[in-house]
């Protein structure tokens, strides 16, 4: 997946994102094992499949001026975070409140690299000069060097399906709680997404790249091609984000964050029994103070079933 900026035509803050990721079939061997395992955490749920995942992703962060040599003392400091992920997926079948509940757990774990050694100013600078735009001139300012720890985790509850009249258009909504603690985030969210289509038992949305509101980067099988629209709100509680407190073992540029920040998520996306591409458009909210405008960011995604 590609998230970046200039798909809603800016060039400031979180301004590029990728993630290739890899995640295990639900009827594998390895999902037998991670079933067993859990089973053992949830004796009084039905265990319908377990997943491991694996990922490698790098994020891109700058002021709004890129064009200036000098620091820009107001600004958010250049920064880029280059890790890799391994994650475990749970499903379960519950009933809260008398309603029977699909519920995905996710734990993901990211360790990686902040600073020079992220690559995030080569990155962005091949980039502009491939897209013939204003080439970044402050990335002598960017965080230092810096080991990276994130441990993420996350629940999911998904509806059933309700019937729009008589047809097959249905509704179904996704509550989610979640959180973050490591020297790159530390945070606690919540939020839902709520969508419309035919068969909605594909997925749990489509994923985005940490900390935005997420779904599950593999796709359920039914053999039918399918689609559905999505909106989503989600608000975190931010104890700790590197890239606007600056660095955690040196002196280093900073910000003062804003401890509430939220995102609104909305967008399409195609499905069949094998693929699922889907296009996001994210708004979230002022994450520092001095920040004179909420960013806007777009997400591409396909998730490819083999």
Known sequence: MMENDRFSDTD??????????????EKGDEAGWIKDRLNQLYPFAYMREGRIGFALGQNIYTPEDTSRHELTVTDRPYAGWLYGAASVHAETGQNVFGQPLDILDTVELQIGVIGP?????????????LIDTTRPQGWGHQLDTEPGIALLAERKWRTPETKLGAGAIAVDLIPHVGGALG????????????????NLRFDYGPPQIQPALSGLEAIDSPGEFGW???AGVAGRAVGRNIFLDGNTFSDSHNVDKHTLVGDFKAGAALVSGHWRLA????????????????????????????
Do not use: C
């Not at 050694?117 to 000069?129: D, N, V």
């Not at 020297?183 to 419309?196: C, D, E, K, L, P």
């Not at 960013?295 to 083999?306: E, G, K, Q």
């Open 12 to 25: 400031r803050h979180y301004t590029h994102g990728t993630r290739l990721a890899w995640v295990s079939n």
């Open 183 to 198: 020297n790159v985030y530390t945070h606690v969210s919540a939020g839902a997404m709520a969508r419309i289509r035919r």
């Open 117 to 129: 050694a992220s690559l995030a100013e080569p990155t962005q600078k091949m980039f502009h000069r």
């Open 228 to 230: 559905y629209l999505f």
């Open 279 to 306: 296009f996001s458009h994210v708004i979230r909210t002022r994450e520092f103070e001095g920040q004179d405008k909420a960013d806007r960011f777009a997400a591409v995604s396909l998730s490819v079933r083999y």
